[in-house]
């Protein structure tokens, strides 16, 4: 498997403001994952996209995928205080291995 | 309520030690991992296993060891910890393609 690569590394906006973060890979892809982590926790499992869609929501979540530019993005809008933490990417290449990066660092200020 | 259960939320340990951190999961996985995350480094795969009594090396398996006799139960073992293995570890079962991944709620290991 690879590792995504996270950007930016840090992003700090207003509640009710929509956030976006961004996932490059190397490699083709089968599907690519986005994870949440909150402060000193266990990743949770938010989205899932495979190689062969080119968007998908999941309440105020909109995943992207550009398997020509080999990135994707996810975008949360109108964001909480709730929504405050790290978020990443694992691209899976359906090796066993999922590999991730450093994280976007998502702050939210009410 | 799917689980992956690690056995301890905090570990204080002394240099030298064999330390064993467990992870059980519910799920009825084939895949199972294990990370280490460090403050600016992300996550980083130590070992992971796609089978019982199956491991592969991830990146930074230097002075880790793992065992997996049961499908639900994935040791991490410590075979003399030292300081620079302070860390928190995180567990994680499934993840195989086209399926997410499981986590547990971490270990905060502090090796003194």
């Known amino acids: 498997s690879q590792q995504g690569e996270e950007d930016p590394q840090a992003l700090s906006i207003q509640e009710g403001e929509n956030a976006t973060m961004n996932c490059s890979y190397k490699?083709?892809?089968?599907?690519l994952q986005w994870y949440r982590q909150n402060s000193g926790r266990g990743l949770v499992h938010l989205i899932l996209?495979?190689?062969?869609?080119r968007e998908k929501h999941s309440g105020r979540l909109r995943v992207t995928l550009d398997t020509s530019k080999k990135s994707s993005s996810l975008l949360i809008t109108a964001s909480r205080a709730a929504d405050t933490a790290s978020y990443f990417c694992?691209?899976?290449?359906?090796?066993?291995?999922?590999?991730f990066g450093s994280g976007t660092r998502l702050l939210v200020r009410p | 309520d799917v689980k992956v259960t690690q056995s301890s939320r905090y570990l204080v340990k002394r240099t030298g030690e064999k330390v064993f951190l467990e992870c059980v999961q519910d799920?009825?996985?084939?895949?199972m991992f294990w990370y280490r995350q460090d403050p600016g480094l992300g996550l980083r795969l130590i070992y992971f296993?796609?089978?019982?009594?199956?491991?592969e090396k991830g990146d930074i398996p230097e002075g880790y060891s793992v065992s997996r006799e049961k499908k639900e139960r994935f040791s991490l073992i410590l075979e003399s910890a030292s300081t620079n293995q302070t860390s928190m570890y995180l567990c994680?079962?499934?993840?195989?393609?086209?399926?997410?991944?499981?986590f547990g709620q971490g270990t905060r290991l502090t090796v003194v």
């Open positions: 994680a079962s499934g993840g195989g393609t086209y399926t997410e991944a499981f």
């Open positions: 490699t083709s892809i089968n599907n």
């Open positions: 996209i495979r190689s062969n869609e």
């Open positions: 694992a691209p899976d290449d359906s090796s066993y291995k999922l590999i």
């Open positions: 799920m009825d996985h084939e895949n």
């Open positions: 296993s796609y089978d019982v009594k199956m491991k």
